[in-house]
């Protein structure tokens, strides 16, 4: 059994690729690809980063554990 998702936002793209009966290795894998920047935005050149799905979770949980219970605001002054 298959399943893929993807999610954009401005500068990133996230995909995830799992198959639970494949037992070949990479066939569970994340994707975190940078998109190309807009005009005047930033200056990054695209590049991916594919990781297997159990690495993905250590970064998850590393996210979670660091990031857990802050949120991002922004000041309009």
């Known amino acids: 059994m298959s399943y893929t998702k993807s999610k954009s936002t401005k500068r990133f793209s996230f995909d995830i690729n799992r198959n639970l009966t494949a037992k070949r290795a990479?066939?569970?894998t994340v994707t975190i690809s940078t998109l190309p920047s807009e005009e005047g935005q930033y200056n990054v050149s695209q590049t991916?980063?594919?990781m297997t799905v159990k690495e993905a979770s250590a970064l998850q949980g590393f996210l979670n554990s660091e990031l857990?219970?802050?949120?991002?605001?922004?000041?309009?002054?």
Do not use: F, H, K
């Open 26 to 28: 990479g066939s569970n």
């Open 48 to 50: 991916s980063l594919t």
């Open 68 to 77: 857990g219970g802050w949120s991002a605001t922004v000041d309009n002054d």
